[in-house]
T-cell receptor
Framework: RKEVEQDPGPFNVPEGATVAFNCTYS??????FFWYRQDCRKEPKLLMS?????NEDGRFTAQLNRASQYISLLIRDSKLSDSATYLC???WGGGGNKLTFGTGTQLKVEL | EAQVTQNPRYLITVTGKKLTVTCSQN?????MSWYRQDPGLGLRQIYY???????DKGDVPEGYKVSRKEKRNFPLILESPSPNQTSLYFC?????????????FGDGTRLSIL
C-alpha cells in the first residue's frame, strides 16, 4: 500500500464548478499535511497547509480527518487557471523533515 | 528575490560519465533536500541535509552522492550515471527541519542518461 494515495484523475470540470479531491495516508503518526500544486513539467508549489480544524484560503478549503487518515481539498468556482496537478503531501515528523508525496490528482477546468 | 536555483535545467548524457547538478538557495535555509519525480511514483526523496556538513539518505539514495560544505549549496553528484537515473530532479529547501516547514522547490532538472 502506498504511503499517500490519491485518485490520479483527470478530473474534467466546467469553469465555475466545485470540485473535491481526497487523499489517504497510511502512517497514523503523520504530523503535518500540505497541498501542493504542480503545473506541467514545473516545480511543486505550496498551495496550503492543512490544519486539524480545517482551513480556508479564498476559494480553497482543506480538511483533515485524523481518525480516518484522509485529507481533502475543495475548490469552489473553478477557474481555467486552476488546471494543474494537485499533490497531497504528508510529513510524519520523523528524522529528515521528509515530505511524502502522493502521485497527484490532475484537474482540467474547461470552458 | 528568494529562490532555489538548479543547474543545468536539462542534460542529456551517456552512461558512466560523472555529472553534478548544482542547487543554491539565497534564503539562508538550514534544510535542503533532493527529490526525483517519475511517472506513477510521485516525488521521492534522495538525500537531505539539516545543516552544513550534515547529510543523510532519503528513500532512494543508491547511485547518488551529495555534499553540504556551505549553507547555500547542496550539489547532487552522479558518479556513474545509468539509464534508470533518467528522471526529473528537484532541489528543495526550508528554513529548518520541522514538521510544519513547507519546502520551496527549484525549477527542476531533467536528466536523460543514454
Amino acid at each position: 500500500r502506498k504511503e499517500v494515495e490519491q485518485d490520479p484523475g483527470p478530473f474534467n470540470v466546467p469553469e465555475g464548478a466545485t470540485v473535491a479531491f481526497n487523499c489517504t495516508y497510511s502512517n497514523s503518526a503523520s504530523q503535518s499535511f500540505f497541498w501542493y500544486r504542480q503545473d506541467c513539467r514545473k516545480e511543486p508549489k505550496l498551495l496550503m497547509s492543512v490544519y486539524s480544524s480545517g482551513n480556508e484560503d479564498g476559494r480553497f478549503t482543506a480538511q483533515l480527518n485524523r481518525a480516518s487518515q484522509y485529507i481533502s481539498l475543495l475548490i469552489r468556482d473553478s477557474k481555467l487557471s486552476d488546471s494543474a496537478t494537485y499533490l497531497c503531501v504528508v510529513n510524519w515528523g520523523g528524522g529528515g523533515n521528509k515530505l511524502t508525496f502522493g502521485t497527484g490528482t490532475q484537474l482540467k477546468v474547461e470552458l | 528575490e528568494a529562490q532555489v536555483t538548479q543547474n543545468p535545467r536539462y542534460l542529456i548524457t551517456v552512461t558512466g560519465k560523472k555529472l553534478t547538478v548544482t542547487c543554491s538557495q539565497n534564503m539562508n535555509h538550514e534544510y535542503m533536500s533532493w527529490y526525483r519525480q517519475d511517472p506513477g511514483l510521485g516525488l521521492r526523496q534522495i538525500y537531505y541535509s539539516m545543516n552544513v556538513e550534515v547529510t543523510d539518505k532519503g528513500d532512494v539514495p543508491e547511485g547518488y552522492k551529495v555534499s553540504r560544505k556551505e549553507k547555500r549549496n547542496f550539489p547532487l553528484i552522479l558518479e556513474s550515471p545509468s539509464p534508470n537515473q533518467t528522471s526529473l530532479y528537484f532541489c528543495a529547501s526550508s528554513p529548518r527541519q520541522g514538521k510544519n516547514q513547507p519546502q520551496h522547490f527549484g525549477d527542476g532538472t531533467r536528466l536523460s542518461i543514454l
